[in-house]
């Protein structure tokens, strides 16, 4: 019909198969069997060993059909080179033909890398130069997140930091996706409450950029829509102390439309900036984005680049106070006048920003300069 908008030309493919459902590390041996898998790497903290009666029993069970070991990390855990480099030798001097991944985002990610890492392309001197869509070495990866935020159980990224230069960068390509994501709600039970507020806002601004984002499609903003229509409803059910079964299942379902989101439309500006500030502060991935945002979506209200379907989620606010609400309820609104009282110079971060910066739509109109500016309101230098 004349007038109406025709729908946009897009791909959409996800090679990753999710398994929803509680308890589903039991079904692990199952899984692995029916890729005839024998030999598998457990990926884990030593609080997540301890903690899971199922893990302990597959790791203490040597009669079983599938063999399992451990890579234990420490509570503090980086994804970084240097751990990469660690696991990728003991992957080269053992015959494992399986890798599962059992935390945050973290954990998941350096697995993702590390099951491509005996690939003879993979060189960590040069990690990020190239794209890894068709190594053919990679070992047989499961996901099983036990935080709610990144997605990263589905997407084709591994975020990892540079021991020598101290910058996240991504490792990125359909190798990197993991075969398999076993999502279990009931692992998210135990997370800490910081952890816990930080993932919340990482699921948010996933869906909240898929909306914006150049390489956003129908497809995935109605994921966004639908993920940050939950959200919406699972942040009011945390400010209201209701964290019941309901609500880690909710957690764990907008994470995932927000993962499916992200390794279709990639991000905006305030991934590319968190990730550019890594060698200056101390933050947390999720509260160094919730100090990040307040300026970002107040320069698209200021560009007329707010996405017309965010209201339908925000609750008749403007998207500045939409975000402000979401901050103040999980007690996550005074991470910028944090961010401001560091004192970092915004040009000297300007020299780490990296990635895909035009997928963001002010970049895309306005330029690079709008970097350079949004940094120095952000940071007050």
């Not at 919406?232 to 019941?244: Q, V």
Request: aromatic content about 8%; charged content about 20%; glycine content about 6%.
């Amino acid at each position: 019909m004349a007038g109406e908008t025709a729908l946009p030309c897009f791909s959409f493919s996800l090679p990753v198969k999710i398994h929803f459902e509680k308890g589903v590390l039991k079904k692990l041996s199952e899984h692995l069997s029916s890729a005839c898998r024998k030999n598998a790497l457990l990926v884990m903290s030593q609080s997540t060993a301890e903690r899971s009666s199922v893990l302990k029993q597959l790791l203490a069970d040597k009669s079983g059909k599938i063999k399992y070991s451990s890579w234990i990390v420490p509570a503090d855990f980086k994804a970084t080179t240097a751990s990469l480099r660690e696991i990728q030798n003991h992957l080269q001097e053992n015959d494992f033909d399986s890798i599962i991944s059992v935390g945050g985002g973290n954990i998941i990610d350096f697995t993702k890398a590390a099951a491509i890492s005996t690939d003879k392309s993979f060189d960590l001197d040069s990690l990020f130069a190239r794209s890894y869509d068709a190594v053919q070495s990679k070992i047989f990866h499961i996901a099983v997140p036990t935080t709610f935020g990144t997605g990263s159980e589905v997407t084709k990224g591994a975020i990892i930091l540079d021991t020598e230069s101290l910058i996240k960068d991504g490792v990125r390509g359909d190798s990197v996706f993991p075969d398999i994501a076993l999502i279990d709600p009931d692992l998210g039970v135990t997370m800490p409450d910081p952890v816990l507020r930080e993932t919340l806002f990482d699921s948010f601004t996933h869906a909240f950029e898929a909306l914006h984002s150049v390489k956003s499609n129908p497809l995935t903003e109605s994921l966004a829509v639908e993920s940050l229509q939950r959200i919406n409803a699972n942040i009011d059910r945390y400010a209201a102390g209701k964290l019941d079964e309901n609500f880690y299942a909710e957690a764990a379902y907008s994470a995932l439309l927000g993962g499916i989101c992200i390794c279709h439309n990639s991000t905006c500006l305030p991934h590319r900036f968190e990730q550019a500030l890594s060698p200056f502060y101390s933050f947390s991935h999720g509260r160094g984005l919730a100090a990040i945002y307040p300026s970002w979506v107040k320069s698209l209200m200021a560009n007329g680049k707010i996405s017309p379907l965010l209201a339908q989620v925000s609750n008749g606010l403007d998207p500045s106070d939409y975000l402000d609400s979401v901050l103040r309820k999980i007690k996550m609104d005074d991470a910028s006048q944090q961010l401001l009282s560091l004192k970092l110079s915004g040009s000297n971060v300007r020299k780490n920003v990296s990635g895909n910066t035009a997928n963001d739509p002010l970049v895309n109109e306005a330029g690079q300069d709008i970097i350079s500016a949004l940094l120095n309101e952000i940071t007050g230098g």
